[in-house]
């Protein structure tokens, strides 16, 4: 799958935009705080690397999903949190400081982890063994051209001229949301035939995955006593995957534009139900705060 000037320039630039609003908000007093409370992060492990790739198989193994299309979807259960996770996080009035915390920990363990996983899904559903290898290099460095470098540079504009960052804060947040409809857009032009020609087949099963992720990764952070704000994060973290990197995985490592298809889907649809539940969560706090 080659990249065109939409996914190639466009998207990472309107995604580097995004997070330097988010950056807006953050200090480094955020991020000292979740050192102190590690159990977040070590809950949001559990779900990311542990229940999402089981919850997926059995999900497969239930449905009947075989070959390509079930590797597919174990690529992308296998692959780090999106980094528009932290986005949808913050229109949830979420956790911003743990969700760029957790995805950038997330993407070191699964420099581990994804080739163990495909690995076995390529062996168990294709009935093929390869030696798979994480593009490191590009992941890491998608990471810190896309999230790590803006948001410093946020934060670096939020130390040093306060007072400009407060003021164009609520600005860059507004910016930040059209910004947010252009990638969604975005995503469906790029993966327009992949979703019209596997919709009716594929796309259920990528909605209720998405759906049982956000219920598993909010109700287990609810059940370890974690914070709504917390929760909320944790939520999201589960469910919203880095599709374009499962898309690469799929047809640049291994060379089958087949198993880059679940990627693509789930790429788009993920942001169905992100966006309901950042709708859901931001409209409960919206009423929480009018009862104080």
């Known amino acids: ?51 999402l790739p089981l919850v997926c198989f059995a999900m497969i193994k239930v449905s009947g999903m075989a070959g390509v ?22 229109l949830a009035r979420g956790d911003v ?3 760029l915390s957790f995805t950038a920990v997330a993407s070191v363990l699964t420099i581990f982890t994804l080739p163990l996983i495909v690995s076995f899904a390529l062996d168990h559903f294709a009935g093929a063994s390869q030696t798979v290898r994480a593009p490191v290099g590009m992941m890491m460095g998608q990471i810190f051209v896309m999230l790590g470098l803006p948001v410093a540079l946020g934060m670096i ?17 507004r910016i930040a949301t059209v910004l947010f409809v252009v990638i969604v857009l975005g ?9 019209r020609d596997n919709f009716a087949t594929l796309a259920p099963f990528a909605i209720a995955l998405n759906l049982l992720m956000l219920a598993v990764g909010f109700g287990m952070a609810r059940l370890a006593r974690l914070s709504r704000q917390q929760s909320v994060t944790l939520g999201i973290e589960t469910s919203v995957q880095n599709a374009t990197l499962a898309m690469v995985i799929a047809s640049t490592v291994l060379q089958q534009d087949q198993m880059a298809v679940p990627g693509a889907l789930y790429g788009v649809l993920m942001y169905a ?20």
């Not at 065109?4 to 908000?25: E, K, N, R």
């Not at 079930?70 to 996080?89: E, H, K, W």
């Not at 995503?187 to 992949?194: G, H, I, P, Q, R």
Request: hydrophobic content about 60%; glycine content about 6%; proline content about 4%.
């Open 157 to 173: 504009v939020r130390r040093f001229w306060t007072a400009h960052a407060l003021r164009i804060e609520p600005v860059a947040t």
């Open 69 to 90: 299309f079930a590797v597919g979807f174990m690529i992308l259960a296998a692959s780090p949190t999106g980094t528009t996770s932290n986005l949808l996080t913050y």
């Open 97 to 99: 400081a743990l969700a």
């Open 273 to 292: 139900g992100g966006l309901l539940f950042a709708w859901l969560m931001r409209r409960q706090a919206a009423l929480q705060a009018e009862l104080r």
């Open 187 to 195: 995503a469906v032009l790029k993966n327009w035939a992949a979703l």
């Open 1 to 51: 799958m080659q990249g065109d000037l939409l996914s190639s320039v466009l998207l990472p630039l309107s995604l580097a935009l995004i997070m330097f609003s988010l950056g807006l908000g953050l200090t480094p007093a955020d991020f000292a705080r979740i050192v102190r409370q590690p159990r977040a992060l070590l809950v949001g492990v559990l779900c990311h690397f542990v229940l």
